[in-house]
């Protein structure tokens, strides 16, 4: 019977163990992914702090955004640029989302090209399109998102397919989409 309880007692040190190895391996890769995702939503803000302010009044005006979806554009246009850690918009009208928030190998440091490679990425990686869809999801009204796609094809099935869909439309296109599905009352 102490034979059998060493045995045991063995096999659940030997357990524990690998599981602070594998917790340990798990972690250090995982930061290497958080140091990258950090790093690229660091130069995206970086690019839009250098670019100069395009005033909220005129891209509402050259999005020609209606009156009736004003307040929640200018929802979507505050958050957003808070998002991005920027005080005044620097969005512009006809750019697609993509182009500012995907950031190529070439803009990161050779330090961390292993890294890089390691999480199998290739030309970019895209940020902040997951955070961008949490807003919307969160103050907007699902029965609007329905109908938003009547009068298209088949809707996004899942987060990633949205997170796609949003990043590739332009910025206007991206406010006469959403806007209507926010629920001024949930702001």
């Not at 007692?9 to 340990?24: M, R, S, Y």
């Not at 902040?128 to 329905?146: C, M, R, T």
């Amino acid at each position: 019977m102490g034979h059998n309880m060493l045995n045991t007692l063995a096999i659940t040190i030997i357990f524990v163990l690998v599981v602070v190895l594998v917790t340990c391996i798990a972690n250090a890769c995982n930061r290497k992914s958080r140091v990258l995702l950090q790093t690229a939503k660091a130069v995206v803000r970086e690019k839009l702090t250098k670019r100069g302010e395009y005033p909220v009044e005129q891209l509402l005006i050259d999005c020609n955004i209606p009156e009736n979806y004003r307040s929640e554009s200018l929802f979507l246009i505050k958050r957003i640029g808070e998002l991005l850690g920027q005080t005044k918009n620097k969005l512009l009208p006809d750019e697609l989302l993509s182009t500012i928030l995907r950031v190529k190998k070439i803009e990161f440091s050779p330090s961390q090209y292993n890294a890089w490679e390691k999480e199998g990425l290739l030309e970019y990686i895209e940020v902040f399109g997951d955070d961008i869809l949490a807003i919307v999801e969160k103050y907007s009204v699902p029965k609007k998102w329905e109908s938003a796609w009547e009068c298209k094809n088949a809707p996004p099935k899942n987060d990633d397919e949205w997170i796609d869909f949003i990043l590739s439309i332009e910025f206007c296109k991206f406010l006469h989409f959403f806007a209507p599905m926010i629920d001024i009352e949930r702001i």
